[in-house]
C-alpha cells in the first residue's frame, strides 16, 4: 500500500530516498537517527511517567503530567533549538 | 496534550499508551510552535539573503521558500523531527485499537438502534487517493480494516493525539467555529437538508446538526470504515445524521434537494479533476439560494512565500500529494467554474471557537474577512489558530 508514490508534481525526486522516505540530511543516517532519538525520549518519557505515578502513590501529591512533559521535553531537545 | 473522547469508544489505554501519547503531542507541540518559529528566524537570517544573494531577489513563492530551506540546519531538524512524530501518532493508538476491536463493536451494536443511518456501497470504486497511499503518514490510509471500526478508531484516537487539544474537546472545533460563524452572519438562512462531503468519522458534521437541530443532515465519504466508526459515534452522542458511502465527484442525490453542501479539509485530498467535479456536483445538488461551504487551508494567492511553504510542506513530506495544487488553485475561481456567481463568493477567517470563544466568532461574523488570511495562525495547527474558509449562494 505504501509503495504507491503519488508525489507533488514539481517534487524532485532527490527529495526521497530509494524507498520513496523523505530525506533531509546529507548523509541519510541522520534521518533515522532523529528518529531513534526521538524514540528513546519517548520511551524515557514512559518510564518518568510510571515513576511519577509510583510516587504519587507512595506521597500522595500528584504533579501535572503536562506540565512535566513540557520541562522534559524542552530539556532533553533543548541543543536542536536555534539550528 | 492529548485530548479524551467523548464518547464510549474512546481508549481504555494503559498508562504506557497514555504516556506515548502525551509524549507525541508535547513533540509536536514543540515542532509545530518553537521549531517552527526557529525554522521562520534561519529562513529571515540565513536562506533568503542566500537565495537573494544567488537570484538578485526574495524568494516569490512557496516553491522559492522551498527551494531556499532545502538543506538549512533548522528545515532539516523540523522537517525530520515532524515526519517522525507524525508516524508516533498513528503508532501511539494503535496497539489499544487492535486489542479493543471486540469491545469498539460491542459498543457500536449497544447504540445500534439510536436514530441515524449508515449506507455501505460495497460496489464503490475507491478513488486511488483514499486508498493506495498512507494519507498523512496514516498506515493503511481510510480503507485499513475495510468496512470494521479499524480506519476511524485509529483516525479519532490519532486525532486526539494529533490535535493538541487545538480542534476541540469533541475534535470538533472546525465545524462548531464554521456553523457559528454562518448561522451568525446569516441570520435568515435556514436550512432544511445539509450535505457534508468528505466526512471521515463525521466530526465536523455533528455541529451543523447541532446549529440546525431541524435539519435533515447527510454524510458521505468513499471510504467505508470511518463512516461506520463515524455512524456508530454520532449515534452514541445523540446526533441524528445519516452516513452515505459515496463519492464527492459523483453525488448519487436529485438535482436542487440541498441547502448546505459543506466540507472541511477535504478539497486538498482531491486530484485537481476531482475536485472540479466536486465543485460541479455541489452545484447541481443545491437548490437556489443553497450555500457551498468549505473550510480549508487558505490559498498561496494571499500568503507570503514562506507561510505558503510552511502549510505546503505537507504535500512533498507528509503524504498529501494534492496538497500544493488545491492551494495554488483560487477558492474564488473553483466557485464560479462550477457556475455560483461572482457576486455570491465570500471568504473569511475565523477565530477557534475553543481558543477565542462564541463572542469572537461573533464579532467576526459582523465584519467582513475581520481578520486577515495571511496571518500565521491562519490554517496552521499552532497556538491561536484561526481557521479559513469560503462559500457562495446559487441563484
Known amino acids: 500500500m505504501s509503495g504507491e508514490k503519488l508525489r507533488p508534481e514539481d517534487a524532485p525526486p532527490s527529495l526521497y530516498d530509494d524507498q520513496g522516505n523523505a530525506r533531509f540530511f546529507a548523509d541519510p543516517a541522520m534521518d533515522r537517527f532523529v528518529a531513534v532519538v526521538m524514540n528513546l525520549a519517548q520511551e524515557v518519557w514512559v518510564q518518568e511517567e510510571r515513576l511519577l505515578a509510583l510516587e504519587a502513590e507512595k506521597t500522595g501529591k500528584s504533579a501535572d503530567p503536562e506540565a512535566k512533559v513540557k520541562e522534559f521535553i524542552d530539556r532533553v531537545f533543548a541543543p536542536i533549538r536555534e539550528a | ?395
Not at chain 2, 45 to 68: G, V, W, Y
Not at chain 2, 71 to 93: C, E, H, L, T
Not at chain 2, 271 to 283: C, T
Not at chain 2, 366 to 379: H, L, Y
Open chain 2, 1 to 395: 496534550m492529548t485530548v479524551e473522547l467523548q464518547h464510549p469508544m474512546k481508549p481504555d489505554a494503559t498508562p504506557e499508551e497514555i504516556a506515548r501519547g502525551r509524549f507525541t503531542s508535547g513533540i509536536r507541540s514543540l515542532i509545530l510552535n518553537d521549531l517552527a518559529a526557529d525554522m521562520r528566524a534561519a529562513y529571515d537570517r540565513r536562506a533568503a539573503p542566500a537565495f537573494k544573494k544567488e537570484h538578485d531577489r526574495e524568494p516569490e513563492t512557496s516553491r522559492e521558500a522551498h527551494q531556499a530551506l532545502r538543506g538549512d540546519p533548522a528545515f532539516n531538524i523540523y522537517s525530520a523531527m515532524r515526519v517522525q512524530a507524525q508516524k508516533m501518532v498513528w503508532a501511539s493508538v494503535a496497539d489499544s485499537v487492535e486489542r479493543e476491536a471486540d469491545r469498539l463493536s460491542h459498543e457500536a451494536r449497544k447504540a445500534a438502534d439510536a436514530p441515524g443511518s449508515l449506507t455501505l456501497e460495497p460496489g464503490l470504486d475507491v478513488p486511488k487517493n483514499v486508498h493506495a497511499i498512507d494519507v498523512h503518514l496514516m498506515p493503511g490510509s481510510y480503507t485499513r480494516g475495510a468496512d470494521s471500526l479499524e480506519a476511524g478508531a485509529v483516525y479519532d484516537r490519532g486525532l486526539a493525539v494529533f490535535s493538541m487539544g487545538l480542534m476541540g474537546a469533541n475534535l470538533d472545533d472546525i465545524g462548531l467555529s464554521m456553523s457559528q460563524y454562518i448561522k451568525q452572519r446569516f441570520p435568515d438562512f435556514a436550512p432544511s437538508r445539509i450535505l457534508d462531503t468528505g466526512c471521515t468519522i463525521g466530526h465536523n458534521t455533528l455541529p451543523w446538526k447541532q446549529a440546525y437541530p431541524d435539519a435533515e443532515v447527510i454524510a458521505i465519504d468513499a471510504a467505508p470504515g470511518p463512516l461506520a466508526y463515524g455512524s456508530a459515534r454520532a449515534k452514541m452522542q445523540g446526533q441524528e445524521v445519516h452516513f452515505q458511502q459515496m463519492c464527492a465527484d459523483d453525488l448519487g442525490f436529485e438535482d436542487e434537494s440541498f441547502d448546505v453542501v459543506w466540507s472541511s479539509m477535504f478539497l486538498h485530498e482531491l486530484s485537481k479533476k476531482q475536485r472540479a467535479k466536486a465543485f460541479e456536483e455541489a452545484y447541481r445538488v443545491l437548490k437556489p439560494g443553497g450555500l457551498v461551504i468549505h473550510m480549508e487551508l487558505p490559498p498561496n494567492e494571499q500568503m507570503g512565500a514562506f507561510d505558503g511553504f510552511y502549510l505546503d510542506w505537507d504535500s512533498y513530506y507528509n503524504n498529501e500529494p494534492y496538497y500544493k495544487g488545491y492551494r495554488d488553485e483560487v477558492p474564488a475561481d473553483l466557485c464560479k467554474k462550477a457556475g455560483f456567481g461572482e457576486d455570491t463568493f465570500f471568504e473569511f477567517v475565523v477565530p477557534s471557537i475553543g481558543i477565542y470563544g462564541e463572542e469572537a466568532v461573533a464579532e467576526a461574523a459582523k465584519g467582513d474577512r475581520a481578520e486577515g488570511v495571511g496571518q500565521e495562525t491562519t490554517g496552521r495547527l499552532a497556538e491561536g489558530v484561526m481557521w479559513y474558509g469560503y462559500g457562495a449562494f446559487k441563484k
